[in-house]
């Protein structure tokens, strides 16, 4: 089952935060989140493993709700370069393959 | 370390035509995944090797399609008698045997289909 990223789209004018969420109906061992720009491969960011830690690096956050089966990344004080799609892969315990979801695109302006 | 390659970067085939892609992983991990990207979506798993073995085959993937690692280093995915619905960007990503571990993704090869 394919997990659910919302929102699809958000467009921010740089320094303005933004949070994008990843919600599967069954249970998660893992989420990986990866951005990637037009054209070029996805880049991976940050994991997160079930019990609910938080992770983050620079201004980009994120955090595992084990409760709700949900993800949320935080992306602080927006840079021009975030701008690109995010997605979530999500791996289910003993499933060693990621199911990502469709895809948050984030547009930056100056 | 030079990352995750993939060749072709773009492969143009007539309908019918059968087409080989190659992906050569991090030399230091031992698994390798195939995933299929279309416009506007993330990436669609297709099949992941560890070492030479092949664990795991999505249901959705066609017979037309076949993949093989066979020293456990590169590998190759070929499409038989492509048609035009498998027009793509074909990823490749690889990662370590660690529980869980952080999959890294070539350029792709981007598969058009006329």
């Not at chain 1, 991976?44 to 830690?53: R, S």
């Not at chain 1, 938080?54 to 935080?74: R, T, V, W």
């Amino acid at each position: 089952q394919q997990p659910v990223q919302s929102p699809q789209a958000v467009i921010l004018r740089e320094g303005e935060d933004a949070v994008i969420n990843c919600s599967s109906s069954k249970a998660l061992y893992s989420v990986h989140w990866y951005r990637q720009k037009h054209g070029e491969a996805p880049v991976f960011l940050m994991i997160l493993l079930k019990g609910g830690e938080q992770k983050g690096h620079d201004k980009i956050s994120a955090s595992f709700n084990e409760k709700k089966q949900q993800s949320s990344l935080y992306l602080t004080a927006s840079q021009l370069s975030y701008s690109g799609t995010y997605f979530c892969g999500t791996e289910w315990e003993g499933a060693q393959k990621l199911v990502f979801g469709q895809g948050t695109r984030l547009t930056i302006n100056p | 370390d030079t990352g995750v390659s993939q060749n072709p970067r773009h492969k143009i085939t007539k309908r019918g035509q059968n087409v080989t892609f190659r992906c050569d992983p991090i030399s230091e991990h031992n698994r390798l995944y195939w995933y299929r990207q279309t416009l506007g979506q993330g990436p669609e798993f297709l099949t992941y090797f560890q070492n030479e073995a092949q664990l795991e085959k999505s249901r959705l993937l066609s017979d037309r399609f076949s993949a093989e690692r066979p020293k456990g280093s590169f590998s190759t995915l070929e499409i038989q008698r492509t048609e035009q619905g498998d027009s793509a960007m074909y990823l490749c990503a690889s990662s370590t045997e660690r529980e869980v571990s952080e999959q890294y993704f070539g350029p792709g090869t981007r598969l058009t289909v006329t």
